[in-house]
């Protein structure tokens, strides 16, 4: 199958998906809308003589588009994910999905409303180690999960303003988040207890968070994000038979290691441009004409959006509400 990609945003993270994008069978980047022209022409020409629109409304009626991927700065998301709805044109938004639950539930309405696909670009749920991690819990070999430790950090330059400004979502939660946060939905599912403390920034956006999660289970969760300090990005699965240590960068999940009483077991799955699974991903869901992922389900992404509105509401972010831009 062939798929005509239209990328919206020329940042970091488009020309790390766009690199991805020349490895997939398949897949090719017809258009770009960036807010210039000069820049959507030049990503354009970079990756694979693709037009640039400084329009995401004009990029959308471009011929031969078949799925559009949105890495924009987070409360920029749902004003494009939700043209592309609109206009019948299938979705891969970054994460998070958007930056307020509002927001995601509109998102996720919209796309049930219209059946059209749609799917939060969490790439680590594709990758052959998150595979291998869910497959070693699968077997029973540490046993049930009782509690995730999970960290995210790193202290982003001044001048790298997405992190900094609450208009284009800063903050570490909404970040670095959906990497911890998401790696304890998936174990444990959507939590029934969700706490925390932080501190925020002089312009109001959380600089560090502290996260206790709680399963009627009895299952915990503690994890936590910063961009003011240099985190492990580890993660720490325990579990009724045995304990497993997710190494660094955690996002990546590029090798973990099983401790039972029988020893220690290394599971490596390093992989270079990880970003194409999950590109592989939307190529078979577009196949198989299904209108959300299997792997990521949007109710997941609306239950890992509820976990961060109620975390940045205990710590007072200033929140950006996109939803009448309040
Ligand atoms: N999956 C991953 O591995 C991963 C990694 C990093 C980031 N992300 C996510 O991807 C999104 C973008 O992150 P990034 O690191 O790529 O950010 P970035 O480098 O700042 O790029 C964002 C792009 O969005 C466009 N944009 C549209 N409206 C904007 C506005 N009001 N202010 C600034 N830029 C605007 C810009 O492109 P134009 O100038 O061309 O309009 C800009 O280059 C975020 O939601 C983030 O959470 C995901």
Not at 232 to 250: F, Q
Not at 269 to 287: D, I
């Amino acid at each position: 199958m062939t798929v005509g990609w239209g990328f919206v945003g020329t940042g970091g993270i488009a020309r790390t998906v766009a690199t991805a994008l020349e490895l997939v069978p398949g897949g090719r980047l017809v258009a770009v809308a960036s807010r210039t022209a000069e820049r959507a022409a030049a990503f354009g020409a970079e990756f694979g003589d693709a037009t640039g629109y400084d329009d995401v409304s004009a990029m959308l009626a471009h011929p031969g588009l078949d799925a559009v991927y949105i890495a924009t700065p987070h409360p920029q998301h749902h004003a494009a994910a939700r043209a592309a709805l609109l206009a019948g044109v299938p979705v891969l938004v970054e994460k998070p999905l958007t930056a307020t639950l509002a927001a995601a539930e509109d998102l996720v309405a919209l796309a049930r409303e219209r059946g059209v696909f749609c799917m939060e670009a969490w790439w680590t749920r594709f990758l052959p180690g998150t595979q291998a991690l869910l497959d070693v819990l699968a077997s029973g070999a540490v046993g049930d999960v009782r509690s995730v430790h999970a960290d995210l950090g790193f202290v982003p330059e001044e001048s790298a303003t997405r992190f900094w400004d609450p208009a284009i979502g800063g903050g570490s939660l909404l970040d670095l988040g959906p990497y911890p946060v998401g790696l304890a939905h998936l174990l444990l599912g959507a939590p029934d207890r969700v706490q925390a403390v932080g501190t925020l920034t002089e312009r109001g956006v959380d600089r560090q968070v502290a996260m206790a999660l709680g399963w009627a289970s009895g299952a915990v969760a503690a994890l936590s994000t910063t961009i003011a300090a240099q985190a492990s990005g580890r993660a720490w699965i325990e579990a009724t038979g045995g304990w497993i240590e997710v190494d660094a960068p955690l996002p990546a999940l590029p090798r973990f290691t099983v401790h039972t009483s029988a020893g220690e077991q290394v599971h490596e799955h390093a992989v270079a441009h990880g970003h194409r699974f999950m590109l592989e991903h939307v190529h078979t869901c577009l196949e198989q004409g299904l209108t959300e992922s299997p792997l990521v389900l949007l109710e997941r992404s609306l239950e890992v959006a509820r976990t961060f509105e109620a975390v940045l509401d205990q710590v007072g972010a200033v929140r950006h509400h996109e939803l009448g831009d309040a």
